[in-house]
């Protein structure tokens, strides 16, 4: 028989309660004991919702973040949060954000740990910090409380935990600390966690070592070997789960552990399958990811029975069925999407989809096939549907594709020679501020777009609303003293969003929400079709704020590489081609706010760094793709448009020289979080062009100080030539509330004031 499993599920709730309920209690709206009450129930809900599945998830929950929650059970609190509290939950938010509260005081407000993507997802994490003092310990409770409830429940619980290699891989070493040298005293603390687990009579426990689609040192290969060799003395069995990528070269390691199971992600390595099931010895269990965590098409359930059922022949009891991933990277339940296109939505599949599709798949395979025939015939019917529809294909926008060169991604001069023509036009004095984009997104500002969005409010009463917010967001940064201001899009619901619903071949859901890191969640579009754009998106908006002022404003705009990893995209033709559709729909805007002299342009590729593949030896042919894809949508201008781009929480230092060839003006990037290490690599590479590191964290609730900012571009004047520096923030303050805006950009100024005076 066939078994079925969850990698895990989505934690936020099918209507964003965990999101609103951590963010009630960071402004002690809540009670503790009342967010504790919301996530219990979040929890029951969620099994509930896989009662049908052999093997449930437990440990998948998280108030944050899964690596923060694996710090915490291991005892790895960075030193300056270790003693702040009694209360473990607060110390826990305070390396989240930098503190539990809104109104917290000073004394107990701190740094807040370095963030960065899981691997190639959207998914942000709390970067794990090591020293020579780091110790480990069991604090379990976190975790036995979750399991303890699941079996209350009913459900037969499989814990989910981070693995201890992939764990020591994924954290930062605060001094010279070699992060192997701590892996004896690491995995002894895996051993007593599994000896208490034995007693509350787990069977399975799932361990996540997604490091093993990745190029691994022979070192980090051998503490695998040296990790499982002790583990495996362990009475509960093991089942080591690898995602978002081909084993490869670790194929023979990854099926040579002493564990008892294997997971491997099917969607993306297919063509491994065979040689696993060839390597594996018999006594192991091999679960197959053949429903896609990661995007929200329908599985082609016969095309995958097809290739499963000779599999299943040969391993029986052997296989077990789960999605590729944690399906944490979807929505929760296409059931609550009322306002579909019916024949778009007939082709999606969300989390609770997902489970079902596995449910088909195992039911057909174990021979109990009654009643799955009408849902087989469905299925089909979707598959060809969307295979075939008109609303999938435009002629026009191939043809446009087709007469694509390399030409069109060339600026008219280099950046030394556009740099005097632009200095001279604009004449921004030494260390010029701006902002990335967005400010707070007030109640009032969310209202109005809701009202317009039911009908409830007219098109000319919500240009009036937006207008009079921008006037309101240029007063400020103009009375601030900001050398180059946005407008702050408050007609924007989200940087990707936004634009998605003014092209065609986008459509959006209603409730299709995916966390991205604590309370943030986003909600992606999805890219169906071929991609055009219709009229203008922004011309309007930003040119009214340039009227508002004659300092520059800066047009504002989401890259085509951010368009598409930060969306669901269709998986029918080459994500290449389908990034080519959208850098020139991006063109012809850029080209429209040229021509309504809006001559500083920012396209934000937030996203680049995320779409690199796992594996070194594949980065440059996406990076020869999404930067022909970025330069076409950008350098279509003359030499006095200056062309910005803003890049968030990724370590990019390995891909310097292709974003040196993006050929930006300027570029904007996270470096607060950091203390500026960041831009190291500045040392071995001379980037040409201008840069604006982040002085200001705004995904926290602190307020930098003067001091501190001014600390920063000190040490960033050691990288980066002080002529070639920009002060601004991190990222766009759409997050943040205005008090804390205004003080925050405030000292900004005054930052940037005193570096020039020195």
């Not at 003006?665 to 960041?678: G, H, K, Q, W």
């Not at 062009?689 to 501190?708: F, K, L, R, T």
Request: net charge negative; proline share 4%; charged share 25%.
């Amino acid at each position: 028989m066939v078994t079925i499993h969850n990698l895990g599920f989505p934690r936020i709730g099918k209507h964003r309660e965990l999101k609103f309920a951590l963010e009630k209690y960071w402004s002690n709206a809540i009670s503790q004991d009342e967010l504790l009450q919301i996530a219990s129930a979040l929890r029951k809900q969620h099994w509930q919702n896989q009662n049908e599945l052999d093997w449930v998830p437990v440990g998948d929950f998280s108030f944050y973040d899964q690596v923060l929650d694996m710090s915490f059970l291991l005892d790895n609190v960075p030193k300056r949060a270790k003693n702040l509290s009694d209360n473990k939950l607060d110390n826990y938010f305070r390396v989240a954000r930098g503190r539990a509260f809104v109104n917290e005081s000073d004394c107990n407000c701190i740094k807040a740990g370095e963030m960065t993507k899981w691997f190639d997802t959207n998914y942000h994490y709390i970067v794990p910090e090591f020293s020579q003092e780091t110790n480990f310990a069991l604090q379990a409770q976190h975790l036995i409380a979750q399991i303890k409830q699941a079996q209350e429940q009913g459900m037969k619980a499989k814990p989910v935990i981070i693995g201890p290699v992939t764990y020591l891989w994924l954290g930062k070493s605060k001094d010279k600390t070699n992060k192997l040298d701590l892996l004896d005293s690491l995995v002894k603390v895996y051993v007593q966690l599994f000896n208490e687990l034995a007693k509350l009579n787990i069977e399975w426990i799932q361990i996540d070592e997604p490091i093993l689609v990745t190029e691994l040192e022979p070192d980090w290969q051998i503490a695998f070997k040296k990790t499982y060799a002790t583990l495996a003395d362990s009475s509960i069995k093991l089942l080591l789960a690898s995602y978002f990528g081909t084993l490869q070269d670790n194929l023979s390691l990854a099926c040579g552990l002493p564990i008892d199971g294997l997971h491997i992600d099917a969607i993306n390595a297919k063509d491994e399958v065979q040689l696993v099931i060839n390597s594996l010895p018999n006594s192991k269990v091999l679960s197959l990811g053949v429903v896609n965590g990661r995007n929200i098409w329908k599985t082609d359930l016969s095309a995958t029975l097809l290739w499963l059922e000779p599999i299943h022949q040969q391993l029986q009891d052997r296989l077990w069925l789960a999605p590729s991933c944690s399906l944490l990277h979807v929505p929760v339940d296409l059931d609550s999407e009322q306002e579909l296109d019916s024949d778009i939505r007939a082709w999606l599949g969300f989390a609770v989809q997902k489970l079902e599709e596995l449910r088909l798949l195992a039911q057909v395979l174990n021979q109990e096939q009654t009643g799955v025939t009408k849902e087989m015939a469905s299925n089909i019917d979707a598959i060809n549907a969307r295979k075939y529809s008109p609303l999938v294909h435009n002629s026009a926008v191939k043809e446009r594709i087709a007469k694509v060169n390399d030409e069109l991604g060339n600026r008219q001069s280099n950046y030394k020679s556009r740099a005097k023509v632009q200095s001279k036009k604009f004449n921004l004095p030494l260390y010029p501020t701006t902002t990335i984009g967005s400010f707070p997104q007030t109640l009032e500002i969310r209202q109005a777009r809701r009202d317009y969005k039911l009908g409830e409010l007219s098109t000319e009463k919500y240009t009036q609303a937006m207008r009079t917010e921008i006037r309101r967001c240029v007063k400020i940064q103009e009375y601030l003293g900001l050398d180059v201001l946005v407008h702050g899009e408050p007609e924007r619901n989200d940087m990707v969003e936004y634009f998605g619903q003014q092209l065609s071949g986008y459509v959006f859901s209603q409730f299709g929400w995916v966390q991205s890191y604590g309370s943030r969640c986003v909600k992606p579009p999805i890219i169906f079709g071929d991609i055009s754009r219709p009229k203008s998106m922004t011309l309007d908006w930003i040119t009214y704020a340039q009227s508002l002022t004659h300092k520059p404003m800066k047009g504002m705009l989401t890259g085509p590489v951010t368009m598409l990893n930060w969306s669901f995209v269709r998986d029918d033709q080459p994500r290449a081609t389908t990034c080519l559709q959208l850098s020139l729909a991006i063109r012809d805007e850029v080209l429209d706010l040229e021509k309504s002299n809006i001559n500083i342009i920012q396209i934000d590729e937030a996203a680049l760094r995320e779409g690199l593949p796992l594996r070194k030896s594949q980065w440059q042919t996406y990076l020869d793709w999404a930067i022909k894809a970025y330069r076409i949508s950008a350098n279509g201008v003359s030499n006095e448009t200056q062309i910005h781009t803003h890049m968030c929480y990724s370590e990019f230092n390995d891909i310097i020289e292709a974003i040196a060839h993006m050929d930006a003006d300027v570029i904007t990037i996270e470096t607060s979080r950091s203390n500026m290490e960041l831009l190291d690599i500045f040392d071995k590479f001379d980037y040409p062009n201008e840069i604006g590191p982040g002085v200001y964290d705004v995904h926290s609730p602190n307020i930098p100080s003067v001091a501190s900012m001014v600390e920063l571009m000190k040490k960033a004047e050691k990288h980066i030539p002080a002529k070639r520096l920009w002060v601004n923030p991190d990222c766009g303050l759409k997050t943040r509330h205005w008090d804390e805006v205004n003080l925050a950009l405030t000292n900004m100024v005054l930052a940037s004031q005193q570096l020039r005076k020195n």
